[in-house]
């Protein structure tokens, strides 16, 4: 049901007029220059807006809507919650019935050595709380020089002013005076764009290792308390690790007493064909992010998954000192937590976990086989349901084109013009995919031969320009 009877034009006048969008030009948005959208409804992987253009969402959101659209037991979840009890703190010890059966169900879905939950509201606040709970570890152990974080280069992890700095993305820190002094960066594991010739994938996974190694060492490993990854780079380009890549990295951080911080919040609830990214990959994470898939986005929830050895000394911690000083107002906001629990259950009812594993591999053959070869395209490829494509103008020798030719914003604006939401990433000439985990291979192949007919109508405009 609509909130208003306005029509398009009118609510792209007041959304001009009042809304701050994030990640957007503020100038041409206020002036109509950009594409205004004004989203009315949706249903199982399809969106449509004001207009009645419907859209197969090949994003899922911003990888979030992983049960799909219109899923009633969710949205009956919530209800059933408002009305029993909307909010309670959960401040000093206080609890809800929704919290606990959550916070016990996503320790037990992780598994490993994990402990406790804090829930929050995003990935970014979540990832705010673990740097928090770094830094006070290492003062409750005695070391307070061991603060600084380690990320990657264009690896995501919010866009607050620790976690923007964590981003290794220059568009996130751009007149931010980003990063902040205690981050540093190191070498992004793109095995097609850094590898070097004849360079084998376990060789470039040694290579980044010791790359992190020699910049620890340059640091003095006593400074340095963490490493923060995702297990498949997201935002940066959805980039799956090169072989052996996160067994090297973990022996790195072993050696010098470093936590790893798991960023799980696009991989998390079963995305890359395993429940967790970091069993994908062997990780052996001391802290988890989630968000996202944590209730499909049917409401805003995130959390930090704490292990054994954080949490043990965090309770020394207040054993001497007193209650540890960190905390939201809607930290376990009980609908949240209802949304989320339900999000689970139905991760479980439904076998989402086996359908992944059953339709992510035609997903990634099928635009594999379909853009083999193409003159533009660099490369494919994915884990589980979590696609890109790469454009080059020279794939062979990795040679991209020019920026001003924002190649993948063109394409997908031809994707959306075939039917289907895709996102042109903001590192690169990259169309990326995360849709809902529902989809089927009848959506699948919707998807591939879009893209398949977008990226074809961007050569043949770039040949007509002689751009190729």
């Not at 406790?116 to 005695?142: M, P, Q």
């Not at 988890?288 to 929830?301: E, M, N």
């Amino acid at each position: 049901m609509r909130s208003s009877n306005l029509g398009t034009e009118q609510l792209q006048e007041k959304d001009r007029s009042f809304v701050f969008h994030p990640s957007t030009h503020l100038a041409k948005h206020s002036r109509g220059e950009t594409p205004n959208r004004i989203m009315a409804g949706a249903d199982g992987v399809y969106i449509w807006d004001t207009e009645g253009r419907r859209s197969l969402d090949g994003f899922g959101g911003l990888y979030c809507v992983n049960m799909g659209y219109g899923c009633t037991e969710i949205a009956e979840a919530i209800a059933r919650q408002a009305r029993e009890l909307p909010f309670a703190h959960v401040y000093a010890s206080q609890g809800t019935e929704p919290v606990a059966l959550l916070a016990e169900a996503v320790v037990e879905y992780f598994g490993q050595n994990m402990r406790r939950v804090y829930f929050g509201l995003s990935g970014s606040d979540a990832n705010e709380t673990n740097i928090k709970l770094v830094w006070y570890y290492n003062n409750i152990l005695g070391r307070p020089e061991k603060k600084k974080i380690i990320s990657r280069n264009r690896g995501y992890h919010g866009s607050g002013l620790v976690t923007g700095s964590l981003t290794g993305l220059p568009f996130f820190h751009n007149f931010f005076d980003l990063p902040l002094d205690l981050v540093r960066h190191t070498t992004t594991p793109h095995y097609y764009r850094q590898a070097r010739i004849e360079e084998s994938e376990e060789a470039f996974s040694r290579r980044c290792a010791d790359e992190l190694e020699a910049l620890i060492l340059a640091e003095g490993p006593e400074t340095v308390a963490a490493f923060i990854g995702e297990p498949v780079l997201g935002t940066g380009g959805i980039v799956p690790p090169p072989t052996g890549y996160w067994t090297s990295i973990q022996a790195v951080l072993d050696r010098y007493d470093i936590l790893l911080i798991a960023d799980e919040v696009v991989c998390g609830f079963a995305r890359t064909g395993e429940k967790f990214g970091s069993h994908l990959y062997n990780m052996r994470p001391d802290f988890v992010t989630i968000a996202k898939g944590l209730s499909s986005a049917y409401l805003p929830i995130s959390g930090s998954i704490i292990g054994d050895r954080v949490w043990s000394v965090l309770e020394q911690g207040t054993e001497k000192h007193g209650a540890l000083g960190h905390g939201w107002t809607y930290s376990g906001h009980t609908l949240c937590a209802a949304a989320a629990l339900a999000n689970i259950r139905l991760l479980k009812e439904k076998n989402i976990l086996e359908h992944v594993r059953d339709v992510g591999p035609y997903w990634q053959d099928r635009m594999k086989a379909e853009l083999a070869g193409h003159p533009i395209v660099g490369e494919v490829r994915g884990v589980g349901i979590l696609s890109a494509v790469e454009m080059m103008r020279d794939p062979k020798q990795r040679i991209p084109f020019e920026p001003d030719l924002q190649v993948g914003v063109r394409t997908a604006a031809a994707l959306f013009e075939n039917g289907v939401i895709g996102r042109a990433m903001p590192h690169g000439d990259i169309l990326g995919y995360a849709p809902p985990l529902i989809i089927t291979r009848k959506e699948i192949d919707i998807i591939v031969d879009a893209t398949v007919k977008s990226v074809d109508t961007t050569y043949r405009a770039l040949k007509a320009e002689g751009a190729v």
